[in-house]
C-alpha cells in the first residue's frame, strides 16, 4: 500500500487518539456512593446485599421473589431507605427499572429469581444495552455446589446475558457481594452507560460474612476516557468554519452525558440547523426555529434531507444506526463527518469519521465552544467562515414547506395524530411521555412538542413491545410529582398490561393512552405498501367487536377506564384523565384502521427517496 492512501481508522486506532489533554486530572477512584463508613459487622450475604443497596444510594427495586433469591427477601423486609416494588413479571421490573433510569439519569435496579426469573429479565436487558440505560439487574442462582448439574430452575444467565450487558458477575463468595454491588452501579453509571447483572449464588446469601464500607473496587482496565483531545477539538472547529452547509446530528448520548444544557449554548453560538435522533428528542426544544425535528425513516422532510445535502455532519452522542441513514453508502454523500461520542467502538463503526474525538460528550462540547469563540474573535469580523445564513434560510425553508401533518378521514374516524397531539397540548412540556413499538411509537414522537431532555422515553435501538406501561410505571415511581402518559398500541398493551395492577396496589397514577387501530399498526402499514394489502395475522380482532375490552379491563384491575371514539370526545377523556391522580387511567382511543406513519423512507433505500406522503416525493430544484 502506498504512503498516500487512505485508510479508514479502525475503533483501536482511535482510541489512541483519546489520550487526555496535558492538563487533565487523572481517573478517580471509582465512586461507590455517598454513604458514611460503615465498620465491619458480622451479617449474612442476603443482608450485605441490601446493606449494599442502600449504601450505593439504591431507593427503589422492581421484582419478584423466588428460591433462590429469596434470602435477599427476608432482609429487605427491614430496610427503611429500599421500597421493594412487587411486579406481575419480570420483564416488567426490568422495563420499570429502564423508566426509573431514563427519567432520572440513576441507576435502575431489578431483581429476580434463578431460571425462568432470571430469562425474563433477558428482554429488558438487551433493550438497556441498546438504548445506553443505566441499570443493575440482580438475580439468585441455584447454590454454587449444583450450578452445571442443570439443577431445578437453574439457568446460565451469566452466559445469555454476556453479549448483552457492560459487565457481569456471578458471586459464589458471600465476602464479595458488596464489591459486585458497588463496581456493578459504577460501571453501569459512567462511560457509555449501561446494563450490569449480578448473579448470586443461594448458598453466598445464606452464607455468613463480614460487611463494610467501602468495599475495595478492582476494575482493572476500566478507564472510561472522558476528557477529549485538544487537537481534535481545534480540528472540528477548523472544519464548522470552512464548511458551507454544516448540520448538527445529535443522539441519546447528549440525554445520558445531560449535556442539553451545553448543546444548546452551541446551537445558539453557531446558528447551525439541528437534527434531534429518536433517542434525543427534547435536547433541543422543538420550539427552536433551527431544530429541523427526527432525522431517517420516519423523520421529517426538512431532517433528513438536510443531512443528505450537508457538506459536514456534527455527529454528538450518536451511531449512525440504519434507521437514520437509510442505504448506509448513499447517506449524505458530499459530508465530511465529526463524530464525538465517549464509545471509541461506535466512532467509524458504520461511517468513517473526518474527525473522531473521544470523551464524554457533555466535556466535547464545552471544550468546542471555547475553542469556537476563540476561533471566531481571532478570525476578526472580516474573515470568511462562520456565516451559514444562506444554508439556514434554505433549510428551514424546507421545514415550512414540508410539515408534519395528517388527513382527516372523510367518515370522521378518530386520527391518531390527532389524539397523541392533544395529549400533549393539554400536558405541556413538563409531562413525561413513554411509547411502545410501532406506529403510536412514531407519531408520539412527531406529534408530542418535547422541550426538555428525558421527557421522551421509547425503546429505540432493540424495539420492544410491552415497553410502554411498565416504563411508564418506573417514571412515576421515580418522579411522582410529573403527569406520565404510557402512549401504546393495542398491540404492544396487551404484552405487559398486567402491571396495572403493580401500578394499583403501589399508588402509582399513570395514564394509559392506547391508540387503539384493533391491528398490529406498523406491520400492517408494511403489508399495505409492500405486500399487496395481504394482512397476514395482523389483525388482532374481529371488526366490530371487542376483545378485549379496554374499558371493562381497566375497571377490572382497578384503574378509571375511558373510551372516545370521536374527535369531539377527545379533549373531555384527556382532562378527565389529568383530573384522575388517586389511581391509573387507561382511556381506549379508537382510531381509523389505516391510517400510516409518514415521512418515510423505504427500509433499505437511499434517503434521497423519502417520501412526504404516500406516492408524493418532494421535488427539489437541480443544484447548480
Known amino acids: 500500500m502506498s504512503e498516500t492512501t487512505k485508510q479508514a481508522p479502525s475503533p483501536a486506532d482511535v482510541a489512541q487518539l483519546a489520550r487526555p489533554k496535558p492538563n487533565a486530572e487523572p481517573p478517580s477512584a471509582p465512586s461507590v456512593g455517598t454513604a458514611p463508613v460503615v465498620p465491619a459487622v458480622e451479617v449474612t450475604g442476603a443482608q450485605a446485599l441490601v446493606l449494599a443497596l442502600e449504601a450505593v444510594g439504591a431507593d427503589t427495586v422492581f421484582g419478584i421473589p423466588g428460591g433462590a433469591i429469596l434470602p435477599a427477601y427476608d432482609p429487605m423486609l427491614d430496610s427503611n431507605k429500599v421500597r421493594h416494588i412487587l411486579v406481575r413479571h419480570e420483564q416488567g421490573?426490568?422495563?420499570?427499572?429502564?423508566?426509573?433510569?431514563?427519567?432520572?439519569?440513576?441507576?435502575?435496579?431489578?431483581?429476580?429469581?434463578?431460571?425462568?426469573?432470571?430469562?425474563?429479565?433477558?428482554?429488558?436487558?438487551?433493550?438497556?444495552?441498546?438504548?445506553?440505560?443505566?441499570?443493575?439487574?440482580?438475580?439468585?442462582?441455584?447454590?454454587?455446589?449444583?450450578?452445571?448439574?442443570?439443577?431445578?430452575?437453574?439457568?446460565?444467565?451469566?452466559?445469555?446475558?454476556?453479549?448483552?450487558?457492560?459487565?457481569?458477575?456471578?458471586?459464589?463468595?458471600?465476602?464479595?457481594?458488596?464489591?459486585?454491588?458497588?463496581?456493578?452501579?459504577?460501571?453501569?453509571?459512567?462511560?457509555?452507560?449501561?446494563?450490569v447483572l449480578v448473579d448470586i449464588s443461594k448458598d453466598a446469601l445464606q452464607a455468613t460474612t463480614t460487611f463494610s464500607w467501602p468495599p475495595q473496587i478492582d476494575l482493572p482496565g476500566y478507564r472510561p476516557v472522558t476528557r477529549p483531545h485538544s487537537k481534535q477539538i481545534r480540528e472540528a472547529s477548523r472544519l464548522i468554519a470552512a464548511a458551507r452547509r454544516p448540520v448538527f446530528y445529535v443522539g441519546g448520548g447528549i440525554v445520558r452525558a445531560r449535556a442539553s444544557e451545553k448543546l444548546?449554548?452551541?446551537?445558539?453560538?453557531?446558528?447551525?440547523?439541528v437534527t434531534t435522533t429518536l433517542m434525543a428528542r427534547g435536547t433541543v426544544p422543538d420550539s427552536n426555529p433551527l431544530n429541523l425535528g427526527m432525522p431517517g425513516m420516519h423523520g421529517t422532510v426538512a431532517a433528513v434531507t438536510s443531512l443528505q445535502k450537508s457538506d459536514l455532519i456534527i455527529t454528538l452522542g450518536a451511531r449512525f444506526d440504519d434507521r437514520v441513514t437509510g442505504q448506509?453508502?448513499?447517506?449524505?454523500?458530499?459530508?465530511?463527518?465529526?463524530?464525538?461520542?465517549?464509545?471509541?467502538?461506535?466512532?467509524?463503526?458504520?461511517?468513517?469519521?473526518?474527525?473522531?474525538?473521544?470523551?464524554?460528550?457533555g466535556e466535547v462540547i464545552g471544550d468546542l465552544i471555547e475553542q469556537i469563540r476563540a476561533d471566531q474573535a481571532n478570525a476578526g469580523p472580516e474573515a470568511a467562515g462562520w456565516d451559514f445564513t444562506d444554508w439556514r434560510e434554505q433549510?428551514?425553508?424546507?421545514?415550512?414547506?414540508?410539515?408534519?401533518?395528517?388527513?382527516?378521514?372523510?367518515?370522521?374516524?378518530?386520527?391518531?395524530?390527532?389524539?397523541?397531539?392533544?395529549?400533549?397540548?393539554?400536558?405541556?412540556?413538563?409531562?413525561?411521555?413513554?411509547?411502545?413499538?410501532?406506529?403510536?411509537?412514531?407519531?408520539a414522537a412527531q406529534f408530542v412538542q418535547y422541550e426538555r431532555p428525558n421527557a421522551w422515553l421509547n425503546s429505540g435501538g432493540l424495539g420492544t413491545m410491552g415497553y410502554a406501561v411498565p416504563a411508564a410505571m418506573g417514571a412515576k415511581v421515580a418522579e411522582p410529582e410529573r403527569t406520565v402518559w404510557a402512549i401504546d398500541g393495542d398491540g404492544c398493551f396487551q404484552m405487559t398490561n398486567q402491571e396495572l395492577a403493580t401500578c394499583?396496589?403501589?399508588?402509582?397514577?399513570?395514564?394509559?393512552?392506547?391508540?387503539?387501530?384493533?391491528?398490529?399498526?406498523?406491520?400492517?402499514?408494511?403489508?399495505?405498501?409492500f405486500y399487496n394489502e395481504r394482512y397476514s395475522n395482523t389483525d388482532l380482532q374481529p371488526m366490530q367487536q371487542r376483545v378485549p375490552d379496554f374499558v371493562k379491563l381497566a375497571d377490572a384491575y382497578g384503574c378509571l377506564g375511558l373510551r372516545a371514539e370521536t374527535p369531539e370526545e377527545v379533549d373531555a377523556v384527556i382532562r378527565q384523565a389529568l383530573e384522575t391522580n388517586d389511581r391509573p387511567v387507561v382511556i381506549d382511543f379508537v382510531v381509523h384502521r389505516d391510517a400510516m406513519v409518514w415521512p418515510m423512507v423505504p427500509a433499505g433505500v437511499s434517503n434521497d427517496k423519502i417520501l412526504a406522503a404516500r406516492d408524493e416525493a418532494p421535488v427539489w430544484e437541480r443544484e447548480e
Open 328 to 361: 448506509l453508502s448513499t447517506f449524505a454523500p458530499n459530508a465530511k463527518v465529526i463524530h464525538a461520542d465517549i464509545d471509541p467502538a461506535e466512532i467509524s463503526k458504520n461511517r468513517v469519521a473526518d474527525v473522531p474525538i473521544v470523551g464524554d460528550v
Open 504 to 529: 394499583v396496589i403501589n399508588n402509582i397514577p399513570i395514564k394509559v393512552a392506547i391508540i387503539n387501530n384493533s391491528s398490529l399498526g406498523m406491520v400492517r402499514q408494511w403489508q399495505t405498501l
Open 264 to 273: 444548546r449554548e452551541l446551537v445558539e453560538l453557531t446558528q447551525i440547523p
Open 93 to 195: 421490573a426490568g422495563h420499570a427499572a429502564e423508566g426509573y433510569a431514563s427519567a432520572t439519569g440513576k441507576v435502575g435496579v431489578c431483581m429476580a429469581t434463578s431460571g425462568p426469573g432470571a430469562t425474563n429479565l433477558v428482554t429488558p436487558i438487551a433493550d438497556a444495552h441498546m438504548d445506553s440505560v443505566p441499570i443493575v439487574a440482580i438475580t439468585g442462582q441455584v447454590s454454587s455446589a449444583a450450578i452445571g448439574t442443570d439443577a431445578f430452575q437453574e439457568a446460565d444467565i451469566r452466559g445469555i446475558t454476556m453479549p448483552i450487558t457492560k459487565h457481569n458477575y456471578l458471586v459464589t463468595d458471600p465476602a464479595k457481594i458488596a464489591q459486585a454491588i458497588a463496581e456493578a452501579f459504577h460501571v453501569a453509571s459512567t462511560g457509555r452507560p449501561g446494563p
Open 395 to 443: 433549510v428551514i425553508g424546507w421545514k415550512q414547506t414540508f410539515p408534519l401533518g395528517w388527513t382527516d378521514t372523510a367518515d370522521g374516524t378518530l386520527s391518531p395524530q390527532y389524539v397523541i397531539q392533544r395529549i400533549g397540548e393539554l400536558t405541556g412540556p413538563e409531562g413525561t411521555y413513554v411509547a411502545g413499538v410501532g406506529q403510536h411509537q412514531m407519531w
